[in-house]
């Protein structure tokens, strides 16, 4: 039973440790989220530049020359623009994919040792069980051979004729006491 309190206590020091990794996750998850609403409001800015491009030089009119250069330059920009905003997306994505993994482990882990620890106190609960029914026996044989040797009947029961006898050969009080020396529950 020790053993397991033991394990359990182990176990509670691992388990507050990767706990408090976790935890240690807050803050680099809080600059992903800062990044990423940075990164949606450039988005929806570059879908607003897209929507005035197509309304000013998108259709099927011809646009006079002057018109259509200046068309030419913001479509370039917004390409630039544009593959600015993809690495910005690839390098989020891959932040996020990396905290997520961690995140993962670590509960991954917390869940085991939470189960260890279940299973380590259920068997350390029947080990208490079992201990409070053998000593629960033991002192209703104690009584037993306390009321037999006390009656002086000990023609009853021939296991009794042993006991009694030898408490009194060996010294030892009538009450047995000795049988009731055990280790304390825990």
């Known amino acids: 039973m020790q053993q397991l309190a033991l394990q359990n206590e182990a176990r509670k020091k691992d388990y507050d440790a990767t706990d408090e990794q976790l ?8 600059r992903y989220n800062a990044n990423l609403a940075r990164y949606d409001s450039q988005l929806a800015d570059y879908s607003k530049r897209v929507d005035a491009y197509n309304a000013k030089c998108g259709g099927s009119t011809p646009l006079p020359q002057d018109q259509y250069r200046a068309c030419l330059a913001e479509k370039g920009e917004l390409a630039g623009r544009k593959i600015e905003l993809d690495s910005a997306k690839g390098a989020l994505e891959s932040e996020r994919t990396g905290i997520e993994a961690e995140i993962k482990g670590k509960t991954e882990r917390l869940g085991a040792i939470s189960r260890e ?4 106190l259920r068997a350390w609960e029947a080990a208490q069980k079992d201990y409070k029914a053998i000593f629960d026996r033991i002192e209703a044989v104690r009584k037993r051979l306390v009321e037999l040797c006390a009656a002086g009947d000990q023609a009853r029961d021939p296991f009794a004729v042993r006991l009694c006898v030898g408490a009194g050969w060996d010294g030892q009080r009538k009450d047995f006491t000795g049988l009731t020396d055990l280790p304390p529950v825990q």
């Open 117 to 120: 620890m279940t299973a380590n």
């Open 23 to 30: 935890k240690a996750l807050q803050p680099r998850l809080d």
